[in-house]
């Protein structure tokens, strides 16, 4: 319903800023990581929004970036994961990150969040595995593009991704792409 506010940022106070838009004052819950870049008060201010109608409220979250909405939106999918804990995810260790930990299959990022247990972060690996991994994950890794071009080649052999990401943890620091989908062959193959 509510794609995008546009207008002057008026109030911060984490994790709400109200917004006004013409006249309208707009209350609206953000990650940290959109919080810590936004302007000072009475800037202008552009975020994408996500509208959320519960039977007890009308909530609006709010994103610096398509990346983050997008991954808010596979979040709140989840189940057992409302748009408070979608938000907690997002400000605890942001899209990028999170999209790589669902790659990597690596749980130990996801309990660091508050009020993310065990059980909760193996639910989010498993539901989650293909939705931002394939799409975001790989541009998660800044510098590391030879080390996501292997791992995708992995995974197109063929192999899950448990075993794509030890092959991958085992290659050393600065191969090429040849040469580490060659020494990870060779390590999945003992």
Request: aromatic letters at 4%.
């Amino acid at each position: 319903m509510i794609g995008k506010l546009s207008g002057q940022l008026l109030e911060k106070n984490p994790p709400e800023v109200l917004i006004d838009c013409h006249g309208v004052g707009y209350e609206v819950l953000v990650p940290m990581s959109t919080f810590y870049n936004l302007p000072a008060i009475g800037e202008s201010v552009s975020l994408l929004t996500q509208f959320i109608v519960r039977e007890d409220a009308q909530l609006l979250y709010g994103f610096a970036t398509q990346a983050e909405r997008q991954t808010f939106r596979e979040l709140i999918k989840v189940s057992g994961v409302g748009p408070r804990t979608a938000l907690a995810i997002l400000s605890g260790i942001g899209a990028a990150d999170l999209a790589q930990a669902v790659t990597l299959q690596e749980t130990g990022r996801l309990v660091k969040v508050p009020g993310i247990g065990k059980k909760t972060a193996e639910r989010l690996l498993l539901e989650l595995r293909g939705k931002l991994g394939a799409d975001i994950g790989v541009r998660a890794q800044p510098g590391s593009q030879a080390q996501a071009d292997i791992l995708q080649a992995l995974l197109a052999l063929g192999y899950n991704d448990k075993e794509a990401a030890a092959a991958l943890k085992a290659l050393p620091a600065g191969v090429g792409v040849s040469e580490g989908i060659k020494l990870a062959l060779k390590a999945l193959a003992k």
